[in-house]
């Protein structure tokens, strides 16, 4: 009821990367409910997060002044409980606060060398925060020591997207759907993880869509497919090579396509060669006439469309398996037309726009190497600061490996929770217990702040400025409801803050001013201004005039790689790091479930989203359980080599007979203690996907 508000406030959902539009509506300060508006990806949909997943802004948890490590803390590490932190830190001033990070961070660089402190910067955050980040650490600290979660999500995707494809974005939106005849979706659950999209993909298989699912877990969207293929964990490549095997036995390949928009297809060809059906089916578990009959159903429609999520990235082969979905869509001629495309569904609200914004050790914003000194030369100039370093940067796992080898002794991290996140986390908690200096920026005390020396009481998303840019190269406009509780700052004025004790000083006094700087190093932001977002709330990148609301398919008739062609590049069966064994023989998957947010932090401080999944638990087949003797509801212990955790069985037939399911939010049983830190060498992203378990009575 309009009369039992103040204000309503339009902004964007700060979970998952659909990206939808809301309209907060705020009343005594506080946003006391939330609806869909008609933003470009949800058309007034919303799911549960986002309707009900807003009340942690107001939580008594909320960090509300800076803090600081008390000399006489207990040991670094130790749980700090948010009601009763006294013990552990104490409160200060906002100078004082910075000026400690500053000294902290700064003395390192001077004694060390600026190698000595790498940035953790987070997808939650707005461009020009993680654009400010990145430039915080490669002004400040000469060096391209910085990551963020991008890489335990869709790094694989995107190196091998920009090995093929000249660009890691998704060359057509979700809502594209609307427009195809067929859809993969493989390793992803959009029911759960990208729910409104699901809604497009339910409707798209009323209006006779085929939809082919490809997981090695059960799902909600099954329901609505032609195929449901449940493959073996770890086997999407001999899976997918022997389609694409079919594709080229039946001559069902699409020549033209071929010929004008690609190169290396001999080879592709030859090296599918062996990937017979037959020969694959033991392997991926798959039938050879249902590999037959979904070649021929991807390959005979007039417009396909490929979406993958973290199931394809998070291998030691993701990016393998991301090569085979894209020579997949390229030898049918299903990329760059009306209902064609490839789509890898990003996570976080900003995961796109953080990349793009050059979050990442290996890229200037845009993409740009940071090993070309004319690119370098050019963001020196915009910066008007001297050369940094012109080699790659460490990645998130990299950077906590050198903290255990000693070459990293401080780190700032802004909206990141590595003591949760992190594949191996005993192996991450002690690099963060190792660091000298260690400055967290966040929204509340996470379990990576049980860590920290300084402690910077941050905005949530709903009680800032800035823009975020969704799965779908939307660059959105999000909008302060709410003030920040007590003294917490937004990030960007922050890192400001901060690089200015650190010697930087940029001058900005708000957001805005940062995106007319990231416009003079990113083409992709051409005819995409501040104002423009203001006033149409959302605007596709890319957009070729300032009318233009932007390109839902790029790639028609050119790709953005030297020559203009695409690329074919074969992948052969790698299996996974750790096989199951006589003491380990079940196999461990992780993910999120519908109800809650990565580590948990908000929406487990979410009222509702808490009340309807309160507890830790993981799913097992029925069967399982029974063997074991475990009733439905029961304590089970997991342990694999590198640890141990103890939680909630569920019966859950969408799980194969030796597989486990856990979601990674929960800190009492965090999942992330039993993961499997081996890394995919292009993309350098964790096996979160498979580990070899044990699963007992506990
Ligand atoms: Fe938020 Fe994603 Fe749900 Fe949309 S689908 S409301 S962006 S969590």
Not at 26 to 52: M, S, T, W
Not at 76 to 104: I, T
Not at 303 to 325: K, Y
Not at 536 to 549: C, F, G, I, R
């Amino acid at each position: 009821d309009s009369k039992d508000i103040d204000s309503e406030v339009e902004s964007i959902c700060p979970f998952c990367g659909v990206g939808c539009q809301v309209s907060l509506k705020v009343k005594d300060g506080k946003v006391k409910y939330v609806d869909g508006i008609n933003g470009p990806a949800n058309e007034g949909r919303l799911c549960v997060k986002g309707r009900f997943g807003f009340d942690y802004i107001h939580h008594p948890h909320r960090l509300t002044k800076p803090l600081i490590r008390r000399e006489d803390a207990p040991a670094k590490g130790l749980n700090v409980d948010p009601e009763n932190w006294q013990e552990f830190f104490r409160e200060a001033s906002w100078d004082e606060a910075l000026d400690a990070a500053a000294n902290g961070l700064g003395g390192l660089r001077d004694t060390h060398g600026g190698t000595a402190v790498a940035g953790f910067g987070s997808a939650k955050c707005t461009n020009e925060e993680a654009y400010l980040f990145q430039r915080l650490i490669r002004e400040g600290f000469k060096h391209n020591n910085v990551d963020h979660c991008t890489r335990l999500c869709h790094a694989s995707s995107v190196s091998a997207l920009i090995e093929n494809v000249g660009s890691g974005a998704v060359t057509a939106t979700f809502n594209e759907i609307e427009n195809a005849d067929v859809a993969i979706v493989i390793g992803a659950n959009p029911v759960e993880n990208h729910p409104v999209a699901a809604t497009f993909f339910k409707q798209f298989t009323k209006r006779g869509g085929k939809l082919i699912i490809m997981d090695p877990r059960g799902q909600a969207l099954a329901r609505h497919a032609t195929h449901m293929l449940q493959f073996k964990p770890g086997a999407d490549v001999s899976m997918l090579n022997a389609i694409m095997h079919v594709i080229v036995e039946e001559g069902l390949f699409d020549t033209q396509y071929i010929q004008a928009m690609t190169e290396n297809w001999d080879e592709m060809r030859a090296r599918l060669k062996d990937f017979t059906p037959e020969k694959m089916e033991p392997i991926c578990g798959i039938p050879a006439d249902t590999l037959r009959a979904v070649a021929r159903d991807f390959a005979g429609a007039k417009a396909g469309m490929i979406f993958w999520g973290m199931g394809i990235s998070q291998h030691i082969h993701g990016t393998d398996n991301s090569r085979c979905l894209i020579s997949l869509a390229l030898m049918c001629g299903h990329v760059g037309r009306p209902g064609t495309g490839l789509h890898p569904l990003r996570g976080q609200n900003n995961v796109q726009g953080a990349s793009d914004a050059g979050l990442v050790p290996m890229f200037l914003p845009d993409y740009q190497s940071v090993t070309e000194d004319s690119i370098r030369n050019h963001f020196t100039e915009i910066w008007g600061s001297g050369d940094f370093s012109d080699q790659k940067g460490l990645t998130v796992t990299e950077i906590l490996d050198a903290v255990h080898e000693g070459h990293i002794k401080g780190m700032y991290i802004l909206g990141e929770n590595p003591a949760m996140s992190d594949p191996d986390l005993n192996h991450a908690r002690e690099a963060l217990a190792k660091l000298e200096h260690l400055v967290v920026q966040d929204i509340f005390l996470t379990e990576t702040a049980n860590y920290a020396d300084v402690i910077l009481p941050a905005a949530a998303f709903y009680e800032k400025s800035g823009t975020v840019t969704n799965t779908n190269r939307q660059v959105q406009m999000g909008r302060p409801a709410t003030q920040p509780p007590g003294e917490a700052r937004e990030d960007w004025e922050i890192t400001v803050a901060l690089a200015e004790r650190l010697g930087l000083n940029w001058g900005f006094t708000h957001p805005s001013q940062v995106f007319a700087e990231m416009k003079k190093g990113m083409k992709s932001l051409d005819n995409i201004t501040w104002e423009r977002l203001e006033r149409e709330n959302a605007v596709t990148y890319p957009s070729l005039s300032p009318e233009d609301p932007g390109q839902a398919i790029v790639f028609s008739d050119v790709f953005p790689r030297e020559g203009g062609r695409a690329r074919f590049t074969p992948a052969d069966v790698i299996p996974p790091d750790e096989l199951p064994d006589a003491e380990y023989p079940m196999v461990l998957t992780t993910g999120r479930q519908l109800e809650h947010w990565h580590t948990g932090s908000m929406t487990r401080r979410s009222k509702v989203l808490d009340a309807v999944e309160p507890e830790a638990n993981c799913s097992l087949h029925p069967r399982t359980l029974k063997m074991m003797g475990v009733e439905p509801g029961g304590m089970v212990r997991l342990i694999t080599r590198r640890g141990s955790i103890e939680l909630m069985a569920r019966a859950d037939r969408a799980v194969s007979e030796n597989m486990v399911f856990v979601p990674f939010a929960f800190v009492e049983a965090a999942a992330n203690v039993l993961t499997n830190p081996a890394l995919d060498p292009y993309g350098k992203i964790p096996e979160f996907k498979f580990a070899a378990v044990r699963v007992e009575p506990a």
